[in-house]
């Protein structure tokens, strides 16, 4: 366990540990973590053993949060100055980028995983709260600034 432990310290000093969040089940977490340079998503048990990459795409992945149902992530990505709000399966397959933005940020589930709230900013710093079905239609303004 001292070893586990010890290399989890390492990998965090080494790099940036950006935000992390636990599955439905308490048994796995993903996070977002700078390794050479990039962010990247990444699984874990919850005691950190077992941390595997899962994000495979180009870009900068941030912001990974478990659906409740516990199949998916969604998450923040930036890559060539373009911002986006997607998901992804737990093993990393059928990425899809679900809305895109001046910056988008903050993905939150909805309590049955089939919605996905996130702020939205254009380039003059306007921001709102929006909310997108899973499937990258019905977005709709909730509040704006």
């Keep these: 366990m001292f ?26 977490i993903t996070f977002s973590l700078k390794v050479n340079g990039s962010s990247q998503i990444f699984i874990a048990n919850s005691d950190g053993t077992q941390s595997k990459q899962i994000s495979q795409e180009n870009g900068e992945y941030f912001n990974p949060t478990w659906s409740p149902l516990g199949d998916m992530i969604a998450f923040s990505k930036s890559e060539g100055g373009n911002s986006y709000i997607g998901v992804m399966d737990i093993d990393g ?9 001046h910056l988008v940020e903050n993905p939150s589930w909805s309590n049955d995983g089939q919605r996905i709230l996130f702020y939205k900013f254009d380039d003059k710093d306007n921001g709102g709260l929006y909310i997108i079905d899973i499937t990258g239609f019905n977005e709709t303004l909730i509040k704006s600034d």
């Design 3 to 28: 070893k586990y432990l010890l290399i989890i310290v390492v990998l965090i000093f080494q790099s940036s540990l950006a935000f992390a969040d636990f599955s439905p089940d308490g048994k796995q």
């Design 93 to 101: 397959s059928n990425e899809r980028m679900i809305t895109t933005g």
